[in-house]
């Protein structure tokens, strides 16, 4: 009996030996995930979408996305954003953020570099921060989820201007804010379009760009403005915001000035109907949220780094590959823009 008594105590001590090695071993950061009175394993991520401004429906949609992949994989989304689209606003969100050590931000940017200061600071916080929609610069970030290949988008509003107008008539654009990554990446690629076809888009010139800064009331003031130059035959807005308050003032107007651009179906359908914009370009921006949020959780498990050539786990978009981005760092690509008109916007408008 004394023997047995005697094996057992060995066996224990042995026991206490190794799992106290064990726990030495353990590596240690800042105490967070090794505390083992409180588990951290099951915490719950929590992953913040900051919008260009809160207030704008085409942001609430990405949301909406956002929110519906979070609960997908078990994260808790946060809805941020400016009362304007201002970078000095959204720095003002991106810093507290970063104080409360939350675990991944997806930004719309409404300025590439500004935000590179706090978004650095975020990063070396451990956050996980990637942009959709409207990017930051390569080093800000580790992925873009970019939501169609802007050259397309950027040349195929300049060519549905053209068709509308039948190859005669000034191009006026409407865009959002003068520092938006997007906005301005699209209008280089119209600009492109102009330049490499000098001859077809000869009496079809671009005669002004105005900024609505995704405000309601500036968009409409623009857009009123434009319409004091007879030359100008029609507006491109790149924006949603822009689309929507351009749209009312052209039909307000009864105005022959055509209308083109990226709008939101549930917005725009008035106004494909009744002929004031005869179509117009858009994705899904439910999916852009989606992509984003899934694209985190791949970044928070260690699945994908934000390196070209990895492939995202997407819920139900399926696959989607992280590759090569034009400024020199990486992006997730969701798809090809999509033409709206009168054909198929009964179709969309109760989709987004
Ligand atoms: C506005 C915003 C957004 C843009 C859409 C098309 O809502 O400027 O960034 O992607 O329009």
Redesign the pocket.
């Known amino acids: 009996m004394k023997k047995i008594i005697a094996l057992l105590l060995v066996a224990l001590m042995a026991f206490t030996v190794l799992a106290s090695c064990g726990k030495t071993e353990t590596p240690v950061d800042s105490g967070k995930s090794n505390d083992t009175t409180k588990p951290d394993d099951t915490k719950k991520l929590t992953y913040a979408f900051i919008a260009?401004d809160v207030q704008?429906?085409?942001?609430q949609k990405v949301y909406e996305g956002f929110e519906t992949a979070c609960k997908e994989v078990g994260a808790e989304p946060l809805y941020k954003g400016p009362e304007a689209?201002t970078p000095e606003k959204q720095i003002e969100i991106i810093n507290p953020l970063v104080a409360q050590g939350i675990d991944g931000i997806a930004i719309?940017a409404n300025d590439a570099d500004a935000l590179q200061p706090a978004l650095t600071e975020a990063r070396e916080a451990g956050i996980k921060v990637i942009s959709l929609?409207?990017a930051v610069n390569a080093a800000s970030r580790i992925t873009h989820i970019q939501?169609a290949d802007p050259e397309k988008i950027g040349r195929g509003l300049i060519q549905a201007a053209y068709e509308m107008v039948n190859g005669e008539g000034g191009i006026a654009i409407l865009s959002?804010t003068a520092q938006?990554t997007?906005?301005n990446l699209w209008i280089e690629w119209m600009k492109k379009e102009l330049d490499e076809n000098a001859d077809k888009y000869a009496k079809t010139p671009l005669v002004k760009i105005a900024y609505g800064d995704?405000d309601p009331t500036k968009s409409t003031s623009e857009t009123t403005a434009l319409l004091t130059d007879p030359s100008i035959k029609v507006i491109i807005a790149?924006?949603?915001?822009?689309?929507l308050a351009a749209g009312k003032v052209l039909q307000d107007k009864k105005s022959e000035v055509k209308l083109t651009g990226?709008?939101?179906p549930s917005e725009m359908a008035p106004f494909i109907e009744d002929g004031t914009c005869p179509w117009m370009y858009?994705w899904n921006?439910i999916d852009i949220g989606y992509l984003a949020a899934y694209t985190m959780a791949g970044l928070s498990d260690g699945t994908v780094t934000g390196a070209a050539g990895e492939i995202v786990k997407a819920g139900t978009l399926g696959e989607k590959s992280i590759v090569a981005a034009a400024d020199g760092g990486t992006e997730v690509m969701l798809g090809d823009p999509f033409k709206f008109d009168a054909e198929n916007i009964a179709e969309w408008k109760t989709v987004y």
Do not use: F
Not at 56 to 59: E, G, K
Not at 238 to 243: L, N, R
């Open positions: 260009k704008n429906p085409y942001m689209a719309a929609d409207s939501q959002a938006a997007n906005q995704d790149p924006t949603t915001v822009g689309m990226l709008g939101l858009l921006p």
